[in-house]
């Protein structure tokens, strides 16, 4: 339904905790999106999920929420670090997944054949992390590559509770290398900058589960902000910085945003 009507603002979904948890969407949200398009708004989806190329992100939206996203619509903490990296360095070493491969590919930046020759050490989730892996980005802070994370998220919400997240790896690598990474993505300029590149006239919304993310980018630029319970926060009572709006679920978005 998204652009059958006039655009009269943008909604930034996350992902993970948002719309859905692993392979299984958060009850709702297939029919939630589809009416917040049918309302007039633009929808983005902002994750710092940096482990799938943008197209399979998409994928999994349409496959599991039924809502038809598009690939274009798909901003990841990858795609912010690919920018932020492009023309400060040639050939980077990666701790993650494909889809800090697809940003760098996307940015003209190799990969590294080893640490040695690597200039910047990208470092996202990794479900594959091993020590070994850990060390050759060590080395190569050490031997001065820069170091850039995809965001610190401590965790990530999976239907089994919480999981370790992008941020965990980025610590064990800060810890042993005595380097300091610079992050990209949500809460991040990089990430806002990518975002704000990306809107059209009318509100700004932002809608997620973590407040030190989600929540803090938008007040970092004056956006509206909804905490769903839906992820890692499970109590919207007490946290730092404050939502505008607490929803149990994606579910109840689109009534609200009708009703402000």
């Not at 859905?20 to 589809?34: F, I, M, Q």
């Not at 496959?63 to 920018?83: C, D, K, L, M, Y």
Request: proline share 5%; glycine share 12%; charged share 20%.
């Amino acid at each position: 339904m998204e652009g059958s009507v006039a655009v009269t603002g943008t909604v930034v979904f996350d992902l993970d905790g948002v719309v859905y948890l692993g392979g299984d969407a958060v009850a709702g949200a297939g029919e939630a999106l589809a009416a917040v398009a049918a309302q007039g708004f633009q929808i983005l989806f902002c994750t710092n999920n940096s482990s799938r190329r943008r197209a399979a992100t998409a994928d999994k939206i349409r496959r599991i929420s039924g809502f038809p996203a598009r690939t274009e619509q798909v901003i990841s903490s990858a795609t912010a670090a690919g920018n932020l990296i492009a023309g400060r360095a040639e050939q980077a070493l990666v701790v993650g997944g494909d889809g800090i491969v697809e940003a760098l590919d996307d940015n003209s930046i190799q990969l590294a054949p080893n640490w040695r020759s690597a200039d910047v050490v990208v470092v996202g989730v990794d479900f594959d992390f091993t020590y070994a892996k850990m060390a050759d980005a060590m080395a190569a802070v050490r031997n001065g590559a820069w170091l850039v994370a995809t965001n610190r998220d401590a965790t990530y919400p999976t239907p089994q509770g919480l999981a370790p997240g992008a941020g965990s790896m980025v610590a064990a690598i800060e810890m042993a290398s005595g380097g300091v990474a610079e992050a990209a993505g949500k809460p991040e300029a990089p990430m806002r900058a990518l975002i704000t590149s990306r809107l059209v006239d009318g509100p700004v919304w932002v809608v997620g589960d973590r407040p030190d993310t989600d929540v803090a980018m938008a007040v970092a630029e004056g956006w509206g902000s909804i905490l769903a319970l839906t992820g890692v926060t499970g109590d919207g009572r007490d946290v730092h910085p404050r939502p505008d709006h607490v929803v149990e679920s994606i579910a109840d978005v689109p009534a609200l945003i009708a009703s402000v």
